[in-house]
């Protein structure tokens, strides 16, 4: 698996699950953060089609070791 480095401290970043706040409807994103300083790189992927086939992939994923999400 590939990593994406923080342009600041060249920490490998973390990814996680991010909701909106605003929508009424609350929209799924996945965020890139450095896990030394938040304010380093705080990035968020949005586009729902990639999301969905994300959290689909992982959801199968764990299906198959036999957990949850």
Not at 11 to 38: E, N, W, Y
Request: proline fraction near 4%.
């Amino acid at each position: 698996m590939k990593t994406i480095a923080c342009p600041i401290c060249k920490t490998p970043l973390q990814v996680r699950l991010a909701h909106s706040r605003k929508a009424k409807r609350k929209k799924v994103f996945i965020m890139l953060v450095c896990p030394v300083d938040g304010r380093h790189a705080r990035l968020f992927i949005n586009d729902q089609t990639y999301v969905r086939q994300v959290l689909d992939q992982l959801e199968a994923s764990q299906k198959e070791l036999g957990g949850e999400l």
